[in-house]
């Protein structure tokens, strides 16, 4: 069965930063691209990024781009996504999401971002 | 930026069709496939893959759902709509960066 459990989450201050993790589960997850999508409260889904199964592309939504970084470390079976200079704008639920067609999504972690 | 419309909310009765429209701002085909997508979002859910490149049934999921189109209009169809179908549905494009969604279409029963 695939999984995908995200944490890392949490309430932070404005400017400041935070790493999310995504541990998956029930397939082989150095063969999938993997992706970072938000959902701010009671909004609609923002794609925000993606990274190949090898690392070796990355792409950002402008919104987050030169702020966050999406990474991974095949050998753990984990996707990170580490936040920087992080806005009121950033608050929302994160979900990692697994290959080209995202076809399995975590349950999500929330990030408050709020003074 | 590839923009997906999408109509904010559409009523149906339950076991009569529903048909959620989605129109992007660019062609989203490409070599022969749409790089057109479908999720359904239930209240305090993670979103699910219904149909992905335009027409392909997800693993699962029920032959109720249907997706059509190419270009830059594109459908989702479910026929009957049973009283399970309720959730918000988005589209979205995976043709170019940044692959942008819809902004969701909330189905309710009449």
């Known amino acids: 069965e695939v999984q995908l459990v995200e944490s890392g989450g949490g309430l932070v201050k404005p400017g400041s930063s935070l790493k999310l993790s995504c541990v998956a589960s029930g397939f082989t997850f150095s063969s999938y691209g993997m992706h970072w999508i938000r959902q701010a409260p009671k909004k609609g889904l923002e794609w925000i990024a993606l990274?190949?199964?090898?690392?070796?592309?990355?792409y950002y939504a402008d919104s987050v781009k030169g702020r966050f970084t999406i990474s991974r470390d095949n050998s753990k079976n984990t996707l990170y996504l580490e936040m920087n200079s992080l806005r009121s704008e950033d608050t929302a639920m994160y979900y990692c999401a697994k290959g080209q067609l995202r076809d399995y999504w975590g349950q999500g972690v929330m990030v408050t971002v709020s003074s | 930026d590839i923009v997906l419309t999408q109509s904010p909310a559409l009523a149906v009765s339950l076991e009569q069709r529903a048909t959620i429209s989605c129109k992007t701002s660019q062609n989203v085909d490409n070599y022969g496939i749409s790089y057109m997508h479908w999720y359904q979002q239930k209240p305090g859910q993670q979103p699910k893959l219904l149909i992905y490149?335009?027409?392909n049934l997800a693993s699962g999921i029920p032959a109720r759902f249907s997706g059509s189109g190419s270009g830059t209009d594109f459908t989702l169809t479910i026929d009957p709509v049973e009283a399970d179908d309720i959730a918000t549905y988005y589209c979205q494009q995976s043709k170019d960066y940044p692959f942008t969604f819809g902004s969701g279409t909330k189905l309710e029963i009449k």
């Open positions: 990274i190949y199964y090898d690392s070796s592309n990355k």
């Open positions: 490149e335009g027409s």
